[in-house]
Structure formats: structure tokens, C-alpha cells
């Protein structure tokens, strides 16, 4: 979500739509909560104020460690990522 928001620049309710379309186990309040905060939609800035920029992407590759250590093969995300 984070890099589809920040670094593609897309609008976090396509992302909240394409989920509530695909998931099996969607849950409306999850869903938009978590697509809420990742956008910080809730957290109004300052005018003037500029966007909090990520350059370096630690917060993807906080993830991605994560996802390296429970899913060492890469076989989940294989069979879920196209």
C-alpha cells in the first residue's frame, strides 16, 4: 500500500476498491482502516507542510525482511503474486 500511495502516487481507494474485489476474506472495516493508515489520511499535515518521503524505503524493506524470515522458499508469495 505504501508504495502504491507514495511512490506511484495512486489514490489509496483504488487500492481499498481492488482489494474489497479480490480478497476472499475482505472485512470492510479492516480493509479501509488499514488503507487509511497507510495513506495517513488520518493524519492532517501543516499548509505548507511537505510529505514525509521514504527514499530509502525502509519501511518496505522492514517487510520484506519480514517476509524473508517466515517464508524463507518464497512459495507463498509465488503462489499469490502474479
Not at 502516487?9 to 481499498?16: E, N, Q, T
Not at 489520511?41 to 519501511?59: F, I, M, N, T, Y
Request: glycine letters at 10%; a negative charge; aromatic letters at 14%.
Amino acid at each position: 500500500g505504501h508504495f502504491l500511495v507514495f511512490d506511484l502516487g495512486v489514490d489509496w481507494r483504488i487500492g481499498a476498491f481492488h482489494y474489497e474485489e479480490v480478497l476472499l476474506d475482505y472485512d470492510v472495516a479492516m480493509n479501509y482502516g488499514n488503507w487509511v493508515t497507510v495513506a495517513r489520511v488520518d493524519k492532517p499535515r501543516s499548509w505548507g507542510e511537505p510529505e514525509a518521503l521514504d527514499e530509502g524505503h525502509e519501511d518496505m524493506r522492514w517487510k520484506l525482511g519480514a517476509e524473508r524470515a517466515n517464508d524463507p522458499s518464497g512459495k507463498y508469495i509465488r503462489r499469490w503474486v502474479p
